[in-house]
């Protein structure tokens, strides 16, 4: 959802750093069981951007364990991922969030993450669970990549909004469109995967070549496409972005809502609903954490009701847990989308790094 979430981390305040009052546990011990002396009293939390939760719920965690959370902002997923790679074996922080289905296996191939089993799994259905016999990675929330459109724009001009990947090949609506780089981007390598779930494993390059043709614009990131090339953000109304089409989340709409003021009745962005890849995202506790304690308290306390309620208000991304509830603002103003575009992912991690150069040497060049 990132979350992240789309849209929360770049139009609400930064989340920065909690500093209530903690008590460590006596003992801390690495992944290996070994004394490492007293334990932190913070627990550091790597991230992308979008992550965000409230100050209160991050309270009640420090309440439940004694442990403070620190966040780590480290870009877009996965720019984030990479430098955890870099960093193996001594990590940034204790537990990464925000690794997804996109890019999970790449993380664990290359040893990232240390085996946890998560207190709470039961409420997880089973086919998000995507390393459960190893337990690397926990799932946290859900969300789909989708086109979003500037309704204004299309109501303006008369023009109906595109709906599906076809649509947007076709020249009424040539030059409109952003997308994110997916070598760069968690969205951006979605939405590439969700057009070769769509057209096949050779089908894609033909339909990237027909986007190309029509006018197709790519930069790095998710804040860059959505806050500056989106003409439908409050973010795109600023910097006076031109395009009226844009790679983000089916969750995105309920952001406008809520960060405009005065809060309008509908939301002024849409979903081409035809256009969407599901995303699950995960967290993990890291290879070499300082404080692996704190560690599995924090990942045990991403899936219980108390931050699985907070999180789609705060990342706007759907909770995984069967037990959450939705809020009504979420539920009225984000889409549903019924029939996503979906991919293994063994298939995945069999063609990923292919297909984005694939992908490189038919858009960039």
């Given at each position: 959802m990132n979350t992240k979430k789309a849209a929360a981390a770049a139009l609400a305040a930064a989340l920065g750093v909690t500093t209530l009052a903690a008590c460590g546990t006596d003992d801390v011990r690495d992944a290996a069981g070994k004394s490492g002396g007293p334990a932190p009293k913070t627990v550091t939390l790597v991230s992308h951007d979008s992550f965000n939760a409230s100050k209160e719920v991050l309270a009640e965690f420090t309440r439940q364990t004694g442990f403070t959370v620190k966040?780590?902002?480290?870009?877009?997923?996965?720019?984030?991922?990479?430098?955890?790679?870099l960093t193996k074996g001594a990590p940034q922080g204790d537990v990464f969030f925000g690794i997804d289905n996109t890019l999970l296996s790449r993380a664990l191939d290359n040893g990232?993450?240390?085996?946890?089993?998560?207190?709470?799994?039961?409420?997880?259905?089973?086919?998000?669970?995507?390393?459960?016999?190893?337990?690397?990675?926990?799932?946290?929330?859900?969300?789909?990549?989708?086109?979003?459109?500037?309704?204004?724009?299309?109501?303006?001009?008369?023009?109906?909004?595109?709906?599906?990947f076809d649509d947007l090949a076709k020249p009424a609506y040539?030059?409109?469109?952003?997308?994110?780089?997916?070598?760069?981007?968690?969205?951006?390598?979605?939405?590439?995967?969700?057009?070769?779930?769509?057209?096949?494993?050779?089908?894609?390059?033909?339909?990237?070549?027909?986007?190309?043709?029509?006018?197709?614009?790519?930069?790095?990131?998710?804040?860059?496409?959505?806050?500056?090339?989106?003409?439908?953000?409050?973010?795109?109304?600023?910097?006076?972005?031109?395009?009226?089409l844009v790679v983000s989340y089916a969750s995105s709409p309920p952001v406008e809502v809520l960060y405009s003021e005065p809060q309008p009745k509908v939301a002024p962005t849409g979903v081409s609903t035809g256009t969407?890849?599901?995303?699950t995202e995960f967290a993990g506790l890291l290879n070499g954490a300082k404080n692996p304690e704190g560690g599995k308290a924090l990942i045990?306390?991403?899936?219980?009701?108390?931050?699985?309620?907070?999180?789609?208000?705060?990342?706007?991304?759907?909770?995984?847990?069967?037990?959450?509830?939705l809020p009504q603002l979420f539920t009225q103003h984000g889409v549903v989308i019924d029939k996503p575009e979906t991919m293994a992912p063994e298939k995945i991690a069999k063609n990923r790094d292919q297909w984005i150069q694939q992908w490189s040497s038919l858009v960039l060049k």
């Open positions: 966040v780590l902002k480290s870009g877009d997923a996965g720019e984030a991922v990479n430098k955890e790679i990232i993450f240390t085996p946890y089993e998560a207190k709470g799994l039961d409420r997880i259905p089973a086919a998000l669970q995507l390393d459960k016999e190893q337990y690397r990675v926990t799932p946290i929330d859900s969300g789909d990549i989708c086109v979003n459109y500037d309704k204004q724009y299309f109501a303006d001009r008369k023009i109906a909004p595109p709906q599906t040539k030059d409109l469109l952003v997308v994110e780089n997916p070598e760069r981007s968690s969205p951006g390598l979605g939405f590439l995967l969700g057009t070769a779930a769509k057209y096949g494993d050779t089908g894609w390059q033909d339909y990237w070549k027909k986007l190309k043709a029509n006018g197709v614009k790519t930069v790095d990131s998710w804040e860059l496409a959505y806050n500056q090339e989106f003409s439908g953000s409050a973010g795109g109304k600023k910097a006076k972005g031109d395009r009226p969407c890849f599901r995303q045990d306390f991403l899936i219980s009701k108390k931050f699985q309620d907070d999180m789609p208000l705060q990342m706007f991304v759907n909770p995984v847990t069967n037990d959450a509830t």
